[in-house]
C-alpha cells in the first residue's frame, strides 16, 4: 500500500510539475510574441496591409503621433491603404507585463515617411505600444510615437 501511495505522489507531482513547466514556457515567450506583433503593425504598414493591421488592433484603437495629435482606428487603416510608411528600422524593443492580461511594448523606430503638408515625420522615434489580451489573442489598444531629438 506504501509503495501505491508512493507511485501515485511521484506521478501527481511529476504531472504538477509539467503543467509547471508549460505555464512557465507560455509566460516567457509572452514578449517575443509580443515583440513580434509590433514589429508586424510598422510591417503591415509599409506592405499597405490594411486587413492584417486590422487584425491586430482593437476595436476601441487610438493613438498619439509624433506630431502630438489624436488618431483613430480609421486614421490608422488609412495610413496603411495610402502607404505612408516608406521604411522602418525596429530596435531595442523592451516588454513590460503589467498583468496576466495587459503588456507594455516599447522601442525605438526609424521611420522614413512624409507627415501631413509635404513635411518629413521625425526619423528617430520611440513607440510605446499598450497590448491588451482579448480573449486568445492579443490587440494593439493605444500607441504613442514621441520623436527622439538631441537634447539642445
Partial sequence: MKVKILVLTICLSVFADAGSAQTAQSADSTPAMLMAKSKAVSAALKAKDVETLRSLLASDFHSIGSEGKSHEKGDLLGDAKDGNLKDFAFYDPQVTQVDSGVALVTYN??????????????????????????????KLKFEQSTPLRPID
Fill in 109 to 138: 523606430l526609424i521611420v522614413t515617411m512624409p507627415e501631413g503638408d509635404d513635411l518629413l515625420a521625425p526619423r528617430y522615434q520611440k513607440i510605446s505600444d499598450l497590448w491588451v489580451r482579448q480573449g486568445s489573442d492579443w
